[in-house]
Every structure is written in structure tokens, then in C-alpha cells.
């Protein structure tokens, strides 16, 4: 065993493998496939980052009516990830 390798423990995996497992695992979006169930803002919300993924947080909400922090809320509750998180995954979806 080299001096920077870590010991590991009968019957455990190794110590680098067991880092990787604790590291968070990113948040998926738990949309819908009928979105007429959510909240008016949130489809709104959605239908306009889907077009329109780079918008800021703060003039998306202007547009609704509401603050960025009620915005954030209601994106989580209703879908489990933050606008920003689906903006990303909206992103990532269009890149090659």
C-alpha cells in the first residue's frame, strides 16, 4: 500500500469508491406529461423556458406576476427542481 492510498475494511468497498457513492446525484424533473394538472404560473413557467431557456429568473417572474422567490418555490413544489435546474436540463437537451 502506497502512502496515499487509504485502508480499506474487510468486506467494504474501496475508500475512493465509496467518495464517488456520497457524492449528490443531480435532480431529475418530475414533470407532468398532462401539465394542465399544475399551476397556471408553472405551465407558463415551463412553456417558457422550454422556448426560452436563458431567461433570467427575474424576468420570467416579472412576466408572471410574481417574485423570483415565489417563482423558485413554486417550480420546486410542483416539480421537484428549481427553474434554474430546468433551464439547465432544457440546455442540455438542445447541445449535440
Not at 407532468?32 to 417572474?61: F, N
Amino acid at each position: 500500500m502506497t502512502e496515499h492510498e487509504q485502508p480499506s475494511l474487510p468486506g467494504l468497498p474501496p475508500f475512493e469508491e465509496l467518495a464517488r457513492a456520497s457524492e449528490p446525484r443531480p435532480a431529475v424533473a418530475r414533470v407532468p406529461a398532462d401539465r394542465t394538472a399544475l399551476d397556471p404560473r408553472v405551465r407558463r413557467a415551463l412553456a417558457t423556458l422550454d422556448e426560452q431557456p436563458e431567461l433570467s429568473l427575474v424576468t420570467l417572474a416579472n412576466a408572471l406576476g410574481i417574485t423570483r422567490a415565489t417563482l423558485i418555490r413554486i417550480v420546486r413544489e410542483a416539480i421537484g427542481v428549481t427553474p434554474k435546474q430546468y433551464a439547465a436540463d432544457v440546455r442540455a437537451r438542445r447541445t449535440p
